[in-house]
């Protein structure tokens, strides 16, 4: 991920240079994000109170893998750690 902090103005005069860019580094998806809004203010739009951001860890959702000898998220593989979700970017 890179984040940039430009100058006030239209994202339009810089993607012409960043297509270059990408295309230079051989990127073929990429995805600009501009005009965001502030996380807070949606998180307290969705959820309403804010008070379980104090308590949540992530960390939990972590288990130790034997095999692969890394951490991963149960929730998003069976006991054999294959998927249960299938990819989001299907392979070509």
């Given at each position: 991920?890179?984040?940039?902090?430009?100058?006030?103005?239209?994202?339009s005069?810089?993607?012409?240079?960043?297509?270059?860019?990408?295309h230079?580094?051989?990127?073929?998806?990429?995805l600009i994000?501009?005009?965001?809004?502030?996380?807070k203010?949606?998180?307290?739009?969705?959820?309403?109170?804010?008070?379980?951001?104090?308590?949540?860890?992530p960390?939990?959702?972590?288990?130790?893998?034997?095999?692969?000898?890394?951490?991963?998220?149960?929730?998003?593989?069976?006991?054999?750690?294959?998927?249960?979700?299938?990819?989001?970017?299907?392979?070509?």
């Amino acid at each position: 991920m890179i984040k940039l902090y430009l100058p006030l103005t239209e994202i339009s005069e810089f993607q012409r240079i960043f297509d270059l860019l990408f295309h230079f580094l051989k990127i073929d998806k990429y995805l600009i994000l501009n005009d965001m809004v502030d996380g807070k203010n949606l998180i307290k739009n969705i959820y309403g109170n804010l008070k379980f951001l104090d308590s949540y860890n992530p960390l939990k959702n972590l288990k130790w893998n034997d095999k692969d000898k890394i951490w991963m998220n149960h929730k998003l593989f069976i006991e054999k750690f294959e998927p249960i979700y299938p990819d989001l970017i299907p392979k070509e």
